[in-house]
């Protein structure tokens, strides 16, 4: 048995300022290997203060889809965690190119603790331990962004993280579990996130088991997001649920 775990569902930089919603990102566990995603700020006391605890020395790997604060800020303390403060070297991380070149967001002596740093590429097979995760295409988003489907023996999981919305995007994402980044309840001109009405096309035009929102900005968190994903699944025939912090799904 594996499991996906929101260690926060915060998007969009006010949500994420005031702590609205907590911002640690996606603690994967699958076929026995485990992969952190995306730890923002407070990831570490989200892990430490999880029932049960979820120990950071467990982790086999860390994945950074963009270089973006909220997805980011706990990086390094989560590579000494991995590591116990770098007496255990061990673990692989995956970040974007841009994040590891100039102002690079992992610090140097973090480096080497880790086995090994991994730049993405878009389109691309990687694996970790038992796991094997494709990235997509560049995602639309202010910075280089990868959305991901990890690939277990019987389920797949797929992040659509943040980006605008661009009509190949779909199809790139064709896990059993699909789990949206949605900031917007409407779709705002020049602002590179996905909406409501976005996500719904992309959940009815890839038909997962189960669809997950998560990544809300104000606007969402003040909408009640899981009376609009009961909307969503009613209009659909698609089980679509608003993630909470601390939600925990168990995987196959």
């Not at 409501?196 to 900005?217: D, Q, S």
């Amino acid at each position: 048995m594996g499991f996906l775990k929101f260690l926060g569902t915060a998007g969009a930089r006010f949500v994420v300022m005031h702590q609205l919603r907590a911002s640690g990102g996606l603690w994967l566990s699958l076929d026995g290997t485990n992969l952190l995603i995306d730890p923002g700020p407070g990831c570490l006391l989200r892990c430490l203060g999880s029932q049960p605890k979820l120990d950071p020395a467990q982790l086999d790997g860390i994945l950074l889809t963009h270089r973006h604060l909220d997805h980011v800020n706990d990086v390094n303390i989560m590579i000494e965690a991995m590591t116990n403060g770098g007496f255990h070297r061990k673990g692989t991380v995956f970040a974007p190119h841009d994040a590891l070149i100039d102002d690079p967001v992992i610090f140097k002596h973090a480096r080497q603790q880790v086995n090994q740093i991994t730049a993405l590429d878009p389109c691309q097979r990687y694996t970790l331990g038992t796991l094997s995760f494709t990235t997509s295409q560049q995602l639309h988003h202010s910075v280089e962004t990868y959305g991901i489907t990890v690939n277990g023996r019987n389920e797949s999981v797929s992040l659509i993280t943040d980006t605008e919305y661009f009509p190949e995007l779909s199809a790139q994402f064709p896990g059993d579990l699909l789990v949206i980044n949605v900031v917007l309840q409407e779709k705002k001109h020049g602002i590179q996130h996905l909406a409501l009405p976005e996500a719904e096309m992309i959940i009815a035009a890839n038909h997962p088991k189960l669809a997950v929102l998560t990544h809300f900005g104000m606007t969402l968190v003040k909408a009640e997001p899981q009376t609009l994903a009961d909307d969503m699944t009613k209009r659909l025939g698609i089980t679509v649920i608003a993630a909470t912090d601390g939600l925990e799904l168990p995987l196959h």
